[in-house]
């Protein structure tokens, strides 16, 4: 597999057009499930298409997404593809302005939601997976003792190792599964 290829966000006019839920749940479908008509997408989110249509011309503008027109049957098939594999951003990149590191916190908390509802309907529906799925699940926190240094070191090979596993062939009988990281400063307020 190529590296992947990720889009870097600088600008608050950006995060907050990623921050709406619904673009959300559109780019992660055209993320996971590759590239889909407006038709799907709509089925995919339960939603009415000129309201999708609409949202992923909004990702479109800011770089998200692309009309991948290699796939269309014909001039009225749109197609749409990621433009990335991943977003990124950081940020100490947003400290300048208030206003900037609010745009970022918007973003931060949407995907914290998102993240939750996903926690959420795995326990909700626990009982539907076969055991050795539930086994193989984790859900745990460790608080260490660790300076900011130590801390981007600790990330760095954590992803490290996410990748190393990302970039495999899957394995024959492979599903997906949703691996979450977290890490930030523990107890209350600045060092």
Do not use: C
């Not at 997404?65 to 947003?94: C, G, N, V, Y």
């Amino acid at each position: 597999m190529d590296a992947a290829k990720v889009k870097k966000l600088d600008d608050p006019r950006t995060l907050r057009a990623l921050a709406h839920p619904l673009r959300l749940r559109l780019l992660g479908a055209l993320r996971t499930d590759g590239p889909a008509t407006v038709t799907t997408l709509a089925s995919a989110v339960d939603e009415a298409i000129p309201l999708v249509s609409y949202h992923l011309r909004q990702l479109a503008e800011h770089g998200f997404i692309e009309q991948a027109p290699e796939l269309a049957k014909d001039r009225r098939e749109t197609w749409w593809k990621a433009s990335h594999d991943f977003t990124s951003w950081s940020m100490t990149d947003f400290l300048d302005t208030p206003e900037r590191l609010d745009a970022v916190a918007v973003l931060q908390r949407e995907i914290f939601r998102r993240h939750v509802a996903r926690i959420e309907q795995f326990y909700e529906h626990a009982h539907n997976w076969d055991e050795e799925w539930l086994a193989a699940s984790e859900m745990s926190d460790v608080r260490l003792t660790l300076t900011p240094a130590e801390l981007k070191q600790m990330t760095s090979e954590m992803w490290e190792v996410i990748e190393r596993w990302r970039r495999r062939e899957p394995t024959p009988g492979a599903g997906s599964a949703d691996v979450i990281l977290y890490a930030f400063p523990g107890g209350r307020g600045s060092a």
